[in-house]
């Protein structure tokens, strides 16, 4: 198992990047810098990723960046289930980034076929998926009807 490091004030580095992502200044040095402090990608916890994902998606980050710093946890486990759980459930948050909060999901009913949450999960994501396209909340580059068709039946 890796051995992960804790955070060396977590508190004061959230409020750090926070500022940083507010201010539109240089987020990207004080991610490095905490995670540098904490060994690096394979020392840092999986919390670490996760919690900086989330700060990003509160102040309105870029989902390419949200999704990259979300996932960087994953290295450490692409097959822990409940690490795949916690990604897809923070990508289900960022409007952007739900075609891989549902990828993943799927991935999860894959490795865990006997649990009823894997498929709701899934379930969920797609229904999730079908009302923001409903609402016409996921913009221009939205899929079509037969799109959203062809992602339930591959779902089954």
Known sequence: ????????DNHDYMKQLKNALSNGSDWISVYKAELEAQGGHQSASPSF?????????STGGLPKEILK???????????????LRSV??????????????IGIFDRVRQLAPCEPQSFLDSALSRFLKSSRLFHGSMGADSPTHHELVDDIHDAQ
């Open 1 to 8: 198992p890796p051995n992960f490091k804790a955070p060396s």
């Open 49 to 57: 990723f996760l919690n900086s994902a989330r700060a990003m998606a």
């Open 69 to 83: 710093v979300a996932t960087n946890c994953l290295e450490t486990g692409l097959d822990d289930i409940q690490l």
């Open 88 to 101: 897809g459930y923070l990508l289900l948050s960022v409007d952007d980034c739900l075609q891989h909060a």
